[in-house]
């Protein structure tokens, strides 16, 4: 919408100018638009599912990090993921170009190698506990 306006005044009017390059920045920052498409022509050419391919729910999906986007929303809201070293626990978390590469499970979690979960830590418990006596009597 902003580019559409923004179309309709001259092209070296100021507030064109101004404007229009701090939103190809912008776009081009969060990774819809390329570098070599920096024209507010092109902007009016993006489609939705440019901008989806930016959640962080899309992102933990394509980094294989998740099965589905299903399960990539499960673990962003169960605090598993992290950008760079923030715990981001938002779906819709919009991923710089800059920022891809540093998606990862956080430190805390379970699969980023922090406390073992529930589950594990009550099986973890039993092996040490009964385990020893079990083992014994197997070998007779």
């Not at 990774?31 to 992102?59: A, N, P």
């Not at 499960?74 to 800059?98: A, E, G, T």
């Not at 379970?110 to 020893?132: A, E, L, Y």
């Amino acid at each position: 919408k902003a580019a559409r306006e923004l179309l309709t005044l001259e092209e070296k009017d100021e507030k064109r100018l101004f404007q229009g390059n701090a939103l190809l920045r912008r776009l081009v920052r969060i990774g819809v638009l390329d570098e070599s498409r920096m024209k507010l022509d092109y902007v009016l050419g993006l489609k939705i599912d440019d901008f989806l391919e930016r959640r962080l729910q899309t992102q933990v999906f394509k980094l294989g990090l998740a099965k589905s986007y299903h399960h990539a929303r499960v673990l962003i809201r169960q605090r598993h993921i992290r950008v760079r070293k923030q715990v981001v626990n938002i779906p819709s978390f919009i991923v710089r170009l800059d920022s891809q590469k540093h998606i990862d499970f956080s430190l805390k979690s379970p699969f980023g190698g922090g406390r073992p979960g529930r589950v594990k830590r009550k099986n973890m418990k039993k092996g040490q506990g009964g385990g020893g006596a079990a083992d014994e009597e197997e070998e007779d």
